[in-house]
Nanobody, 124 residues
Framework: QVQLVESGGGLVQAGGSLRLSCAASGRTFSSYALGWFRQAPEKEREFVAAISASGSLTYADSVKGRFTISRDNAKNTVYLQMNSLKLEDTAVYYC??????????????????WGQGTQVTVSS
C-alpha cells in the first residue's frame, strides 16, 4: 500500500477555486488508480473523481464540468482542481489509491489506501 498525504484545503468563497494535492509514497505510483472522495458532516462519504493508471477519468455528476482530476507520476502526486465552488462542496476531501484494479473504481470499497483528509469550506 502507498501512504497518502493531502494538502491544499481551506476556506474559499462560493464561485472560487482550490487545488488539492495528494502526495504518495512508493515506487509503483504509476500503476495505481487514484480517486478523490468527500464527506460532509452527517453524510456518507461520496465519490468525487477517479483516474486510472492509463489516464482514464470519471467524475460524479455533481462535479462534472467544475472539477478536474489529474496525476503527475514523476512527482507521485494526484491533484483535484476545483472551480466554481458551491456551498454544497463543503466537506473533508480524501484521496485514495488502489493497485492495478480491474476497471476504474468509483466506490470506497474499491480503494485500499486512504489519506487523512483535508477540509474544504465554501462560504457565501
Amino acid at each position: 500500500q502507498v501512504q497518502l498525504v493531502e494538502s491544499g484545503g481551506g476556506l474559499v468563497q462560493a464561485g472560487g477555486s482550490l487545488r488539492l494535492s495528494c502526495a504518495a509514497s512508493g515506487r509503483t505510483f504509476s500503476s495505481y488508480a487514484l480517486g478523490w472522495f468527500r464527506q460532509a458532516p452527517e453524510k456518507e462519504r461520496e465519490f468525487v473523481a477517479a483516474i486510472s493508471a492509463s489516464g482514464s477519468l470519471t467524475y460524479a455528476d455533481s462535479v462534472k464540468g467544475r472539477f478536474t482530476i489529474s496525476r503527475d507520476n514523476a512527482k507521485n502526486t494526484v491533484y483535484l482542481q476545483m472551480n466554481s465552488l458551491k456551498l454544497e462542496d463543503t466537506a473533508v476531501y480524501y484521496c485514495a489509491a488502489t493497485f492495478r484494479p480491474l476497471g476504474l473504481p468509483t466506490k470506497s470499497a474499491g480503494f485500499n489506501s486512504w489519506g487523512q483528509g483535508t477540509q474544504v469550506t465554501v462560504s457565501s
